[in-house]
């Protein structure tokens, strides 16, 4: 998915397959650079709220 002109586009990844929407679930493809801004997020978040390897927590997201 990309967000484009304020609105989340699905782009199918494999002809082959395609989305129904009545899937279990989905797994979404994240270009590098986000991926990577959210993993340093992320990691800074866990030092920074000193959360331990078993700690739960829940996180949520909005846009």
């Known amino acids: ?3 484009e002109n304020g609105q989340w586009v699905l782009y199918e990844a494999r002809a082959d397959k395609p989305v129904t929407f009545n899937e279990p679930c989905v797994r979404g493809h994240v270009d590098v650079d986000a991926n ?3 993993g340093g997020k992320y990691g ?3 030092r920074n ?3 331990l390897d ?3 927590f829940d996180i949520h997201t909005v846009s």
Request: glycine share 0%; proline share 0%; charged share 20%.
């Open 1 to 3: 998915m990309l967000y």
């Open 36 to 38: 990577s801004s959210a």
């Open 44 to 46: 800074a978040f866990v």
């Open 49 to 51: 709220q000193r959360v």
């Open 54 to 56: 078993t700690e739960k």
